[in-house]
């Protein structure tokens, strides 16, 4: 559990240069990171989630435009110059992207490139960086080390790429590990090993990860808090446990209602209606009221404002139609408990 914050991202917006102009895709952000803590982002393709974590290491594409704060260990990230960024970029924080094959150099074999990381980064020598490189192939459980460092990544299987992917993450002894859909090209039993790895990474080594994906589930067993992303906007915060065993959102909410059953369960899964805006024609007010069960007429004029509900939640819904005395249990798209799949559960022992 979190002993202290480690990263504490301030009121942060991104603005990109699109094909019809300057758009608004990360809208006054704030979340924080606490040491050893495992952060969720979570929201269906476009809300935004891929964007915040790029800013925060500036690596946008160019022509976008970052404003807030993102401080790490003391030191507003966005005021960095080039080289310092990429100093703290590897050292101080690693990424871990859906498709290891965009970390991993698809002609070198695995050792060239774990050690030629590790000396960018760290004062080592050859032998040393080589020595790094098996203990953190052996520390994401990958059967033989040795043998691994000489292979190239197509001799590996996606699971195990991935791992690959994580020791280098890991090689330089980051405080924090942003992965982005980590585990989206992977079925549920690699999936799973690999969100237990990550677990296993804090717990042991204190690492914080800030883990971004488009499904609930994935973050149900693994993410001590969670924000959940639409339009580009924070909806809902809270303490994982909370807002998936009561979501206050009805975006959330749906998002839970459109996930899996845990099998046996035989709860349908049940989509949210039409699909995430474009930053083209993001809808005015609440982004998300045209998909919204519980719109009301003032919802399409007024943003509304992420406030605090008690037990430190945030919510950013102005009729707060979930609110535990106001929900109908037997309307169909009321708050209901969904049990969800623990992806954790699936993995083989
Ligand atoms: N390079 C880009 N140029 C223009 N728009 C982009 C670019 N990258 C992403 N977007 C848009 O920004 C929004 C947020 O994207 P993204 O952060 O990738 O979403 P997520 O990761 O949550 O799926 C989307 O509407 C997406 O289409
Ligand atoms: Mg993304």
């Known amino acids: 559990m979190s002993t202290g914050t480690l990263l504490e991202v301030e009121d942060l917006s991104v603005r990109l240069r699109t094909a019809r102009g300057i758009r608004l895709a990360v809208d006054h952000v704030s979340f924080s990171i606490g040491q050893g803590e495992i952060l969720g982002i979570a929201g269906e393709s476009g809300s935004g989630k891929t964007i915040t974590a790029l800013s925060l290491l500036g690596l946008l594409p160019g022509g976008s435009r970052t404003t ?34 965009t970390s991993l150099h698809p002609l070198l074999r695995i050792e060239v490139q774990m050690t030629e990381h590790v000396r960018t980064h760290l004062a080592m020598s050859k032998d040393q960086a080589r020595e790094r490189a098996l203990e953190m192939l052996a520390a994401v459980r990958i059967p033989d080390p040795e043998q691994a460092l000489a ?30 859909e980590p585990t989206t090209a992977l079925d549920v039993t690699v999936q799973a090993g690999i969100l237990s790895l990550l677990d296993q990474l804090r717990r042991e080594r204190g690492v914080s990860v800030m883990i971004i994906t488009h499904d609930l589930g994935v973050l149900s067993s693994i993410s001590d808090r969670l924000c959940v992303m639409y339009g580009g906007r924070i909806v809902e915060h ?34 949210i209606g039409g699909s995430p805006p474009s930053l083209d024609d993001m809808p005015s007010g609440c982004s998300f009221h045209p998909r919204c069960d519980y719109a009301q007429v003032s919802c399409s004029s007024k943003v509304p404002p992420l406030r605090p509900i008690g037990g430190g939640r945030l919510l950013a819904c102005d009729p707060d139609p979930l609110a535990p005395d106001r929900s109908e249990p037997s309307s169909s798209g009321a708050a209901t408990s969904v049990p969800v799949p623990d992806p954790l559960a699936e993995q083989v022992p």
């Open 68 to 101: 807030g704060r993102v401080v790490l260990d003391g030191r507003d990230l966005l005021t960095l110059h080039r080289r310092e960024l990429r100093s703290v970029r590897g050292r101080q924080v690693s990424m871990v992207l859906q498709d290891p094959m």
């Open 151 to 180: 292979s190239h990544p197509h001799q590996f299987s996606g699971g195990m790429r991935q791992r690959i992917a994580i020791a280098m993450a890991l090689a330089c002894e980051p405080r924090l590990i942003i992965a982005d």
């Open 238 to 271: 809270g303490v994982t446990r909370e807002v998936l065993g009561s979501p206050r959102h009805p975006y959330t909410n749906g998002l839970m209602q459109a996930l899996p059953g845990a099998s046996g369960t035989g709860v349908p899964m049940r989509p």
